[in-house]
């Protein structure tokens, strides 16, 4: 079978092994483990992430703000370039 489904629904591209098939399901988890969703937050982790909410947001808009200005120089020297250049092709003329 080249490049389609199996019948158990596992995805095989056309020249690989077929006997490894993609597998696109859920990860699996350990035994034991338990899904994000489904753990409760207890009230110390609660009060951590109201601690930390307002770092990680100043965080954010910080490094929003150094790649804003970054990109705002880089435009300005561009744009500074391309009037030069302009102005030699003129000046040519």
């Given at each position: 079978?080249?490049?389609?489904?199996?019948?158990n629904?596992?995805l095989?591209?056309?020249?690989?092994?077929?006997?490894?098939p993609?597998?696109?399901?859920?990860p699996?988890?350990?035994?034991?483990?338990?899904?994000?969703?489904?753990?409760?937050?207890?009230?110390?982790?609660?009060?951590?992430r109201?601690a930390?909410?307002?770092?990680?947001?100043?965080?954010?808009?910080?490094?929003?703000?150094?790649s804003?200005?970054?990109?705002?120089?880089?435009?300005e020297?561009?744009?500074?370039?391309?009037?030069?250049?302009?102005a030699?092709?003129?000046?040519?003329?």
């Open positions: 079978m080249a490049g389609g489904l199996k019948a629904g596992k095989v591209l056309a020249g690989t092994d077929q006997s490894q993609l597998d696109f399901g859920q699996s988890l350990e035994p034991g483990m338990i899904k994000d969703r489904e753990r409760k937050i207890t009230p110390a982790e609660r009060e951590a109201k930390f909410r307002p770092v990680e947001a100043k965080q954010a808009t910080s490094d929003y703000a150094k804003r200005k970054a990109l705002d120089e880089n435009r020297r561009l744009k500074g370039e391309r009037l030069a250049r302009e030699d092709a003129q000046a040519k003329k």
